[in-house]
């Protein structure tokens, strides 16, 4: 078999079902996290300087608690070329982090939810599209339920109301 043919019967199995769940349990939980802060009057920059410390704290214990951050240590002692690699990713995020945190505090975190997911399904359609990849039956059913979750929440969803400065 090639390395494709036994990812895919791997995967068959539902764990991918089970993660895509967690995730999307999870988004929803921080999501009514910062419509909380939101509703403090919390703005973008501290929102994002505690969900990032809270973050901190749960990574530290679990690294410490698997013993993973020897792992990463040694791994980077033994190839110092990710370490330059492994700041950029860190700036890099911290900038989209910004634009994130920037649409929590000012539209909420469901409008940030709808644009993240518009966003994910045009860069789906961009790879088949640019560079023919295929999807499976129940990857295009999936995109399908994406795009009619969009389309609707555009036709019927609540109205945003933006002040004008």
Aim: hydrophobic fraction near 50%; include cysteine; charge should be positive.
């Amino acid at each position: 078999k090639q390395w494709y043919q036994r990812r895919v019967a791997i995967t068959a199995g539902g764990s991918g079902e089970m993660l895509l769940l967690t995730s999307l349990t999870l988004d929803g939980l921080t999501g009514v996290a910062q419509e909380k802060m939101r509703g403090h009057g919390m703005k973008a920059h501290y929102m994002m300087l505690m969900m990032n410390l809270s973050a901190l704290v749960v990574m530290t214990i679990s690294l410490l608690a698997t013993g993973e951050i020897w792992e990463a240590l040694t791994f980077c002692t033994k190839h110092p070329e990710v370490v330059p690699e492994i700041i950029t990713f860190g700036f890099a995020s911290a900038l989209g982090q910004n634009f994130i945190f920037i649409t929590v505090s000012e539209f909420g975190p469901l409008m940030c939810s709808i644009m993240t997911t518009t966003r994910k399904f045009f860069t789906i359609l961009g790879s088949v599209v640019l560079f023919g990849n295929a999807l499976a039956t129940r990857q295009w059913i999936g995109t399908a339920v994406v795009f009619a979750g969009l389309v609707l929440n555009d036709r019927f969803g609540k109205t945003v109301k933006v002040e004008k400065l």
